[in-house]
Structure formats: structure tokens, C-alpha cells
Nanobody
């Protein structure tokens, strides 16, 4: 059964850093693009980043609002995708979801097939 489980959220001050983790399981997801989507309170979901599947060149994509601050990586042996978030700002606050689709469709994509439960990130002083 395909499953994605996020961890690593929390409260951080502006300018701080956090690293989110997404452990994926199930035969299919090893070949899928794994991405991060966030949703701020009262706003629509926003694509953050995506990394292509294990049998690809591992192409990476970012949404415009996080380029230069966030870094996505994939450890195929651990079946884990990480999102390193630096220089966090209050507008980065929200629930961050790990999601999977047959292939990445850009950093801003949100129409994934599989979703985790989400982990909350709050950036506040």
C-alpha cells in the first residue's frame, strides 16, 4: 500500500531553518515523483518543490517563492525525500504535505495522486 509520512515541522523564528522528511512506502512510489505542497491558513495549496523518481535522472523543480531558499533531495536507499528550508519567513507558515505523482510537473504543481497527512510549520517571532 502506497503511503507517505511527513515529519520535521515545528515553530521557528524568522530567518531560521527546518528540515522536513517524507518517508514513502509501497512498490509504486519508488518510481514516482515526490513533491512538497504547502497550504497556509485560508489560502489555496501551493506547490513548493518536486524531485523525479528513482529510475530517472532525478530532475528537481521549485516554485518561484522558494527558489534559492529551499532544497529538495531524495535518498532512494532510505526511501526518504527531504526538504531543507532556510531563511524562513512568516509567509512560509502552513501545513506542508508530501505528495506523489507518476512524474514531476514543475515546482508549482499541486494535482498529485497520493498525499501524506501533512506537518505544520510556523514561522513567528
Amino acid at each position: 500500500q502506497e503511503q507517505l509520512v511527513e515529519s520535521g515541522g515545528g515553530l521557528v523564528q524568522p530567518g531560521g531553518s527546518l528540515r522536513l522528511s517524507c518517508v514513502y512506502s509501497g512498490f509504486t512510489l519508488k518510481y514516482y515523483g515526490i513533491g512538497w505542497v504547502r497550504q497556509a491558513p485560508g489560502k489555496e495549496r501551493e506547490g513548493v518543490s518536486c524531485v523525479d523518481g528513482e529510475d530517472t535522472d532525478g530532475a528537481i523543480y521549485y516554485g518561484d517563492s522558494v527558489k534559492g531558499r529551499f532544497t529538495i533531495s531524495r535518498d532512494n536507499a532510505k526511501r526518504t525525500v527531504y526538504l531543507e528550508m532556510n531563511n524562513l519567513q512568516p509567509e512560509d507558515t502552513g501545513v506542508y504535505y508530501c505528495a506523489a505523482d507518476p512524474a514531476c510537473v514543475g515546482g508549482a504543481y499541486v494535482q498529485y495522486d497520493y498525499w501524506g497527512q501533512g506537518t505544520s510549520v510556523t514561522v513567528s517571532s
